[in-house]
C-alpha cells in the first residue's frame, strides 16, 4: 500500500514558502533528513567536489515500495503529513513534500531503495525532475540517493555556485549539525573518497561532540541540563575560557532538529553576562526538548527558525542549564581567569521571580537536580589549573562549518584592546559607538542600506537570488502588472522571476536572497511604480533605483530595535570607512569629538 500522498492544496498552500535547494549543503541536509524520518541508525553521505558533481546518502531506513518510490518525487507529496492538523505538532524533519521534488528537478537523481521485508527493491532515474527509468533492483534494505551534476540545467544557479571547496565546507556543516542533531545515528561522511568523520551513533552527545570536534573543543566543554517547567534542556556549553570570536559554534536543536533562535542565543549569553569579555561569545550544542504542540516548525522555509508557545519556559530553561553549569564549574576551582575575574559568579543565584519553578534556590546552586544524567562527569573534568595567556587554538577534526570564521581563535584569549566600542543603540534609529577621541553615532538603517546597496551593485549582472519553491503570490493594479510584464527582462537582471498569476495577481518565483519572502510585494510594487514613474530614465538610472529599494526594503528598520551582531556588522562597516554616505546622499554617520562635549560642558 502507498504510503506517500500528494497533500491537498489547502494544506499545501498551509505550508512556508521557499528555498530548499540552494547549494549542495542544503540537498545533504534534506537528504539526511529524509533518510532520518525514515528510521535509520546508520547513515553514508559521501560527496565529491563539493557536492557539485556527486551527492550519496544512503541509509538502512524503512525503504520505499516501488509505488512509493515514483510518487515521492512529485510536488508536496509527503508520508509525514496528511492533514491541516498535522501542522500543528509535527514531530518529523520533514513534512512539505517540496525537497525531493526540488532537489530533481535541477540534477540527475538515482534512487535505490528496498523495504525491509520486500523481497526485490526498486531503481528510479530522473533527469531534470522527469522520470526517465524505473527498473528492479537487487538493492540492501533502505534507501541510497544518489545526485549527480546540481543545477546542470540550470546554468544561471550554477553561475553563483562558490568553489567546490567552499561548497564542501557547506556540506561538512550540514553533516555536522544532522550527526549532531540525532546522536543515536551513526553518520559516516566521505569527502572526495576521504573519511571525514564516523559518529558512533551510540545517542551519547558527548562522543558525538568528541568524535566531530576533537579534545580540544571537547575538553573545554562543560556539561549541562535542566528539566522545568515542561522544557528539558541537556548538552553542553564551553567554558568561559574557551570562548570563541563568534556564534558559529553555538548549535542549539530544538527537538533533534537544529534551529537558528535568537530567544535561544539571548538565553545563553545571558548566562555568560559576567564571565566572557566583550566580542567573545560562549559555545554550545544543547538540545531542547518541548512537546512537538508548543513548537511551531512551519515559520520559515528552510525549517531551521522556530516560534516557541512558551518563550520564557525555554528561555529560562537555557539560561539556568547554562547558568548552573558555569556555577558548577567555578564552584570546582576550575574557573581562573587571568587577572580579570569574572565578577559575581561565586555563590550568586539569582532567580527572577516566577521563572524558576522546579527547582529550589539551594539545590539549583549545588547543581541538585540538574545533574547530568547520560554523561559521565569525571570524563569531562578539565586540567585544575589552564594558562588563558597562551593561545588558545581550536583544531576541529571536521572543518569548520559554513560561515567564514574572520580571525577566530587566532589571537590569544584576551582581545587586544579595541579601537571602538558599541556603547548600544538610542531611539531604536542610531548606534551610538565610543571612538578613540569622541563618539560616533550611526543611522544603522541608512549604513545597513548602503552596504546592501553597495553589494548589490557589485554583484554585476544578476545578484545572489533565492529559488522559491511557492512562488510568493500578491495583488498588484493592473497598471503595476503592465509595468512587471513589460519589464520581465529588467526584473529578472535583478533577480525577480515574475510574472501575472491569474487577474490582479502576480506570482515571484525567484528573488534576490536579500530580499525577505515577506517583503517581496511592498518591494515589486515600489519597483513597478517607479517604473512608471520615471519612464524618460535612462537604463543606469533605472537600474540604480530598482537596487535602491531593493536594498531599503532588505535593510533594518529604524524604529525596531537591533540585536548586537547585527549593530556589530554595520558598525565595523562603517568604521572600516566603507561606508560613509546612503544611496541617497544622506550621511550614515555623524562624529562627536570629545572636544566639542568637553566645550559644551565648559571643560575646555
Ligand atoms: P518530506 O520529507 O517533507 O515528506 P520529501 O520530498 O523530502 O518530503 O520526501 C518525500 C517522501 O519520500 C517522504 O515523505 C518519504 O515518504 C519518502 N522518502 C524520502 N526519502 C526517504 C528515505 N531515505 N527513506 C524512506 N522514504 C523516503
Ligand atoms: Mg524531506
Keep these: 500500500m502507498s504510503k506517500i500522498q500528494v497533500l491537498p492544496p489547502h494544506v499545501a498552500d498551509?505550508?512556508?514558502?521557499?528555498?530548499v535547494v540552494e547549494r549542495p549543503g542544503s540537498v545533504v541536509k534534506e537528504l539526511m533528513e529524509n533518510s532520518i524520518d525514515a528510521g535509520a541508525t546508520v547513515l553514508t553521505v559521501e560527496i565529491k567536489n563539493g557536492g557539485m558533481t556527486y551527492i550519496r546518502v544512503t541509509d538502512n531506513g524503512c525503504g520505499m515500495s516501488?509505488?512509493?518510490?515514483?510518487?515521492?518525487?512529485?510536488?508536496?507529496a509527503t508520508s509525514k503529513l496528511k492533514n491541516e492538523r498535522g501542522l500543528e505538532a509535527i514531530s518529523t524533519l520533514g513534512f512539505r513534500g517540496e525537497a525531493l521534488a526540488a532537489i530533481a528537478s535541477v540534477s540527475r537523481v538515482t534512487l535505490k531503495t528496498r523495504e525491509k521485508d520486500s523481497p526485490e527493491g526498486t531503481e528510479v532515474r530522473l533527469e531534470a525532475g522527469e522520470i526517465t527509468d524505473v527498473s528492479p533492483s537487487g538493492c540492501a534494505y533502505g534507501t541510497t540517493m544518489i545526485v549527480e551534476n546540481l543545477f546542470y540545467n540550470t546554468p544561471a544557479r550554477l553561475k553563483f555556485m562558490k568553489n567546490d571547496r567552499a561548497e564542501g565546507l557547506a556540506v561538512t556543516g550540514a553533516v555536522l549539525k544532522e550527526a549532531l542533531s540525532h546522536p543515536e545515528v551513526?553518520?559516516?561522511?566521505?569527502?572526495?573518497?576521504?573519511?571525514?568523520?564516523?559518529?558512533?551513533?551510540?545517542?551519547?552527545?558527548?562522543?558525538?561532540?568528541?568524535?566531530?570536534?576533537?579534545?580540544?573543543?571537547f575538553s573545554g566543554m562543560l556539561p549541562a541540563e535542566t528539566d522545568m517547567d515542561g522544557?528539558?534542556?541537556?548538552?553542553?556549553?564551553?567554558?568561559?575560557?574557551?570562548?570563541?570570536?563568534?556564534?558559529?559554534h553555538q548549535f542549539f536543536f530544538v527537538n533533534n532538529r537544529y534551529v537558528k533562535s535568537k530567544t535561544l542565543q539571548a538565553a545563553l549569553e545571558q548566562a555568560y553576562k559576567n564571565s566572557l569579555f566583550t566580542g567573545r561569545y560562549p559555545a554550545c550544542v544543547l538540545y531542547i526538548t518541548i512537546p512537538p504542540g508548543e513548537v511551531d516548525v512551519n515559520v520559515h522555509p528552510a525549517k531551521t527558525e522556530v516560534r516557541f508557545l512558551r518563550e520564557k519556559a525555554v528561555f529560562d530553561g537555557v539560561y539556568y542549564a547554562a547558568l548552573a553549569a558555569l556555577d558548577r564549574q567555578h564552584d570546582r576551582g576550575e574557573l581562573s581567569l587571568p587577572e580579570e575575574k569574572p565578577p559575581v559568579m561565586k555563590g550568586r543565584v539569582s532567580v527572577p521571580s516566577g521563572g524558576f519553578k522546579t527547582v529550589s534556590a539551594e539545590s539549583y546552586r549545588s547543581g541538585g537536580g540538574m545533574r547530568p544524567v547520560s554523561v559521565e562527569r569525571g570524563f569531562f573534568r578539565r586540567p585544575a589549573v589552564r594558562d588563558h595567556s597562551v593561545p588558545y587554538t581550536v583544531t576541529p577534526k571536521m572543518p569548520k562549518t559554513t560561515e567564514p570564521e574572520p580571525e577566530e581563535e587566532q589571537a590569544s584569549f584576551l582581545p587586544e584592546a579595541p579601537k571602538w566600542r558599541i556603547i548600544g543603540e538610542a531611539l531604536k534609529t542610531y548606534i551610538i559607538v565610543e571612538v578613540q577621541d569622541g563618539i560616533v553615532l550611526?543611522?544603522?538603517?541608512?549604513?545597513?542600506?548602503?552596504?546592501?546597496?553597495?553589494r548589490l551593485k557589485a554583484a554585476g549582472d544578476r545578484p545572489m537570488t533565492q529559488i522559491l519553491l511557492a512562488p510568493v503570490i500578491f495583488p498588484l493594479s493592473p497598471e503595476d502588472m503592465d509595468v512587471l510584464t513589460e519589464n520581465a527582462g529588467f526584473f529578472r537582471e535583478l533577480g525577480f522571476e515574475a510574472e501575472e498569476f491569474s487577474s490582479g495577481r502576480a506570482a515571484v518565483r525567484e528573488a534576490p536572497e536579500d530580499v525577505d519572502a515577506a517583503d517581496i510585494p511592498e518591494t515589486v510594487t515600489e519597483i513597478c511604480e517607479k517604473l512608471r514613474s520615471g519612464k524618460t530614465a535612462d537604463a543606469a538610472t533605472r537600474r540604480d533605483e530598482a537596487l535602491h529599494t531593493i536594498?531599503?526594503?532588505?535593510?533594518?528598520?529604524?524604529?525596531?530595535?537591533?540585536?548586537?551582531?547585527?549593530m556589530q556588522v554595520i558598525v565595523e562597516s562603517v568604521m572600516r570607512d566603507e561606508v560613509r554616505y546612503c544611496p541617497h546622499g544622506r550621511p550614515v554617520a555623524m562624529d562627536i569629538t570629545k572636544a566639542q562635549i568637553d566645550k559644551g560642558f565648559k571643560r575646555i
Excluded: W
Design 186 to 217: 551513526s553518520v559516516r561522511y566521505i569527502r572526495d573518497g576521504k573519511e571525514e568523520c564516523h559518529t558512533a551513533g551510540d545517542g551519547r552527545p558527548a562522543s558525538c561532540l568528541y568524535t566531530l570536534f576533537g579534545n580540544d573543543v
Design 14 to 19: 498551509l505550508i512556508a514558502a521557499g528555498e
Design 66 to 76: 516501488s509505488e512509493d518510490a515514483q510518487t515521492a518525487f512529485l510536488r508536496h
Design 551 to 566: 536594498a531599503c526594503k532588505a535593510a533594518i528598520k529604524a524604529g525596531k530595535r537591533s540585536e548586537t551582531p547585527e
Design 231 to 248: 522544557v528539558k534542556v541537556s548538552g553542553f556549553v564551553s567554558s568561559p575560557g574557551s570562548a570563541r570570536g563568534n556564534r558559529t
Design 442 to 454: 550611526i543611522d544603522k538603517h541608512a549604513a545597513h542600506e548602503r552596504m546592501i546597496f553597495d
